[in-house]
């Protein structure tokens, strides 16, 4: 279960364009761009401008075409969704949107959330969690099924992998994923191959305590993982399959009390794996299995570029937790 607004909890396929999804922390340069405003809450499209890292600038969120839509009602249904509930939002409000919730709340999804492009889910203010199984992660494949879609389409799944994600460019920030099996999986399946051209951006996340693996794993693409505090894993935290490329940079890995130490995981067929650490801190014996250790760098336009803080740094990115952060460097 994510903490705030897990923001893209939920299990997206075809996703063709950047979906922002939000919520509130301190001190990243995203949360700097905002949070000197005092009336961010009568701006909040403001926010659009700060995003960084591979989604760049969402500006095509921002505007008289934008309906802005409130969460009242915390309960689902996956096909006959009720107006106030978050899959009316995403699914029932046509074109581009913008969700915010009127309070704090508790959502269990009954089924995967289907959310299209040009969609801002925003828990700013609120302390919303989305659980039972059915956001990024799932404890299990989903099995044939139908629900509600974007643009109030009925939509029927197949058995795929019900955490995973089909994107090009994305950015995943500023969420506290916890008690998780399998948390991401970027790339949809083996044979998408024009996954090759994924492009993600991983930063200012918790993971933990109490997630297994998949934070996050990649089928082929390229992932720049950033500024995120990782609170032990039971696998692994870090994986690969397909050929992807990985650059972990400047997070705080604190390893489980079991004797898997291991942050990453490579998947042994198809090609080669690209895995590189630069600046990352290691505590209670993490250790990072080095691959390849060139070509792994983000190449950001002026856009999309942010100031990655140093490791040691990382109560100030992820301040939400920084007293846990300050009690595990005595480790």
């Not at 925003?122 to 299990?140: E, F, P």
């Not at 994924?198 to 990649?218: D, E, I, S, Y």
């Not at 079991?258 to 067929?269: C, G, I, P, R």
Request: proline fraction near 5%.
């Amino acid at each position: 279960m994510a903490s705030f607004l897990s923001t893209i909890c939920a299990f997206v396929i075809f996703l063709s364009t950047t979906v922002l999804l939000v919520h509130g922390q301190a001190l990243n340069p995203i949360d700097k761009c905002w949070r000197t405003n005092a009336q961010w809450r009568r701006y909040r499209q403001q926010l659009a401008t700060c995003s960084a890292g591979f989604a760049g600038k969402m500006t095509n969120n921002i505007g008289k075409d934008v309906t802005r839509y409130v969460v009242t009602d915390p309960s689902d249904d996956p096909l006959k969704p009720k107006p106030g509930t978050l899959r009316f939002g995403t699914t029932l409000i046509k074109g581009k949107k913008w969700i915010t919730f009127k309070r704090s709340m508790n959502i269990q999804l009954h089924k995967p959330l289907l959310i299209s492009s040009f969609t801002t889910i925003d828990g700013r203010g609120t302390n919303v969690h989305i659980s039972n199984g059915a956001c990024l992660i799932v404890y299990k494949a989903q099995p044939p099924s139908s629900i509600m879609g974007p643009d109030a389409k009925i939509i029927s799944l197949g058995q795929v992998d019900a955490d995973a994600i089909r994107l090009v460019h994305h950015h995943i920030s500023n969420n506290w994923f916890r008690n998780q099996d399998k948390v991401m999986l970027l790339g949809h399946d083996d044979g998408y191959i024009r996954d090759r051209n994924m492009k993600v951006t991983v930063a200012f996340n918790h993971f933990g305590p109490h997630c297994n693996q998949r934070m996050p794993r990649l089928r082929y693409g390229y992932a720049h993982v950033a500024n995120n505090l990782y609170d032990g894993w039971t696998q692994y935290a870090i994986g690969g399959s397909m050929s992807p490329r990985v650059k972990s940079e400047s997070n705080f890995f604190i390893a489980p009390n079991s004797e898997n130490k291991e942050v990453t995981w490579k998947q042994n067929k198809n090609g080669q794996k690209f895995f590189y650490s630069v600046g990352d801190l290691f505590k209670n014996g993490a250790s990072f299995s080095r691959t390849m250790a060139g070509r792994a760098r983000p190449n950001y336009n002026p856009e999309q570029a942010f100031k990655v803080a140093a490791a040691s740094n990382a109560c100030e990115v992820i301040d939400e937790f920084s007293w846990r952060l300050t009690m595990l460097q005595e480790i």
